[in-house]
T-cell receptor, first 114, second 118 residues
Framework: KQEVTQIPAALSVPEGENLVLNCSFTDSAIYNLQWFRQDPGKGLTSLLLIQSSQREQTSGRLNASLDKSSGRSTLYIAASQPGDSATYLCAVSPYYSGNTPLVFGKGTRLSVIA | NAGVMQNPRHLVRRRGQEARLRCSPMKGHSHVYWYRQLPEEGLKFMVYLQKENIIDESGMPKERFSAEFPKEGPSILRIQQVVRGDSAAYFC????????????????FGQGTRLTVV
């Protein structure tokens, strides 16, 4: 059974810092991995989607890497801003089919202090 | 292209009543997923549907819960005889038909329906 773990559960940093959020999964047979952002009381916004054959994806100040064999992904946020404060969720899709339910971690709650 | 639309955003029901949650997927999307998020918990998969078909309902409780995605209209998640433990945020996600690109597997989420059972 696939399990996804995110460390740390919460993180508080001063504005301007570069930071790394970690995600690990127990079954390396995944089709893709997706990072989301969730603001309090809101829905999920897709940030980055990485196919299993890819090593990383970038969007603006965000960079996500994937090491499928070791079951790990990291989300790197450069020059953090107070507007980055949110919960960041990692989710994986099983290998056997692309259109399958996602398995989520519990998230990392990020606070960026001005 | 409007995103995934869920309504209502907030729903209050008394114990024993029925809750009906609606989800309209993004235009062109034929796959719909329902997830539940309990306080301090991650999102848990409930059910996966395509038009007129339930593909996977392994995450949905056998009693009181049902889901449908008719040929016309939104997907409906129905909870009968609600109990306090059903209080949670319910999210719907959609993705396009499986094509030749892995991007076809990207899931887009709605704003959720927050159900409170009193």
């Amino acid at each position: 059974k696939q399990e996804v773990t995110q460390i740390p559960a919460a993180l508080s940093v001063p504005e301007g810092e570069n930071l790394v959020l970690n995600c690990s999964f127990t079954d390396s047979a995944i089709y893709n991995l997706q990072w989301f952002r969730q603001d309090p009381g809101k829905g999920l916004t897709s940030l980055l989607l990485i196919q299993s054959s890819q090593r990383e994806q970038t969007s603006g100040r965000l960079n996500a890497s994937l090491d499928k064999s070791s079951g790990r992904s990291t989300l790197y946020i450069a020059a953090s801003q107070p507007g980055d404060s949110a919960t960041y969720l990692c989710a994986v899709s099983p290998y056997y089919s692309g259109n399958t339910p996602l398995v989520f971690g519990k998230g990392t709650r990020l606070s960026v202090i001005a | 292209n409007a995103g995934v639309m869920q309504n209502p955003r907030h729903l209050v029901r008394r114990r024993g009543q029925e809750a009906r949650l609606r989800c309209s997927p993004m235009k062109g999307h034929s796959h719909v997923y329902w997830y539940r998020q309990l306080p301090e918990e991650g999102l848990k998969f409930m059910v996966y549907l395509q038009k007129e078909n339930i593909i996977d309902e392994s995450g949905m409780p056998k009693e009181r819960f049902s889901a449908e995605f008719p040929k016309e209209g939104p997907s409906i998640l129905r909870i009968q005889q609600v109990v306090r433990g059903d209080s949670a945020a319910y999210f719907c996600a959609s993705s396009p038909p499986k094509g030749g690109s892995f991007r076809d597997t990207e899931a887009f989420f709605g704003q959720g329906t927050r159900l409170t059972v009193v």
